[in-house]
Nanobody, 122 residues
Framework: VQLQASGGGLVQAGDSLRLSCVASGRTHGSAVVGWFRQAPGKEREFVAAVAWNGESTSYADSVKGRCTISRDNAENRVFPQLNSLVPEDTGVYYC????????????????WGQGTQVTVSS
């Protein structure tokens, strides 16, 4: 699976942002696409994930209620929408893929795209 992330940028606190990840290759029913982020000096952390068949989603506590992740199978695209952004949401956001269950751990994702920078100013 090849992944291409986009949609990052500089935004104000309170704004919304919609990221996008285009997947190509083996995007069949058991695929899962996850989003992770990494702030400077911190470990990469889970944000959200969705099963390609749409049967399951998962969100980190830090974004629960502010994030909705959806997918467009026709375009092989996954969109996390982040609302009410805060400076703590700043980081490089990565999309990743695995096959099987929706899991919130980086070590279970085998395929990674390049990151897209999100900066939230206060």
């Amino acid at each position: 699976v090849q992944l291409q992330a986009s949609g990052g940028g500089l935004v104000q606190a309170g704004d919304s942002l919609r990221l996008s990840c285009v997947a190509s290759g083996r995007t069949h029913g058991s695929a899962v696409v996850g989003w992770f982020r990494q702030a400077p000096g911190k470990e990469r952390e889970f944000v959200a994930a969705v099963a390609w068949n749409g049967e399951s989603t998962s969100y980190a506590d830090s974004v629960k209620g502010r994030c909705t992740i959806s997918r467009d199978n026709a375009e092989n695209r996954v969109f996390p929408q982040l609302n009410s952004l805060v400076p703590e949401d700043t980081g490089v956001y990565y999309c990743a893929a695995r096959y099987g269950r929706v899991l919130p751990y980086t070590r279970y994702y085998s395929y990674w795209g390049q990151g897209t920078q999100v900066t939230v100013s206060s």
